[in-house]
């Protein structure tokens, strides 16, 4: 999957590099063992070596890259362990954060939801990949922004740092199977009846159906 990144502005380098960077590992645009190269990337945003340096340690300290000898990044490599792991966390933090949602979700919110799934299934139907990752995020993400939580968001955020790779590379096995995603529409229904337990169970449903994948 070629890496596509947004030209870096002329100010908040290092900000802006360490966000797009954190897009395209949340949104499956590398993959478990891939190398990112300072001076390559540099060159993708337009920018200096230096502020890419700066993110990608950034990056490292929070556990969603590797350093190796002479300051090399890397994704860390896909395995059954770590997948397993992840997703055990994931499901406690994540699975909270979508009872919470049911509790405070209004209609408004779950409509926009709606809409983000039926542009998900639109991208599975077509097979674009990198759109349906993309999606997905987003239709995650808008679940955690409703319980208006700031540190639970960024606390998932930096799980999906590391489960983004990774669901890119085990998503393909999916996306050729169905378009519906049941647990998504089990997940609006909860919302919609703010039934906190049964929204809790949707989103775990969807983090134990990616993991299977593993074995």
Known sequence: MELELATAPKGGLTAFVEKTIKDALMSGGVKPGEHLVTRTLAQKLGTSP?????????????????????????????????????????????????????????????????RLYGELK???????????????????????????MPILYRMIETFWLQAGPMISALYPQRIVKQVEVPAYEELIAALREHDGHRARLALQKSIEKTSQYAD
């Not at 991208?123 to 208006?148: E, P, Q, S, T, W």
């Open 50 to 114: 230096t502020p890419v340096r700066e993110a990608l340690l950034r990056l490292a300290a929070s556990g969603a890259l590797e350093i190796s000898h002479g300051y090399a990044f890397r994704v860390p490599k896909l395995s059954a362990r770590r997948v397993h792991e992840l997703a055990a966390i994931r499901n406690t933090v994540e699975g909270w954060a979508a009872e919470i949602a049911a509790e405070k979700a209004t209609g408004a919110q779950i409509d926009a939801l709606e």
């Open 122 to 148: 639109k991208h599975r139907m077509a097979g674009d990949l990198a759109g349906a990752l993309a999606k997905n995020r987003a239709f995650r993400f808008a679940v955690y922004a409703i319980c208006d």
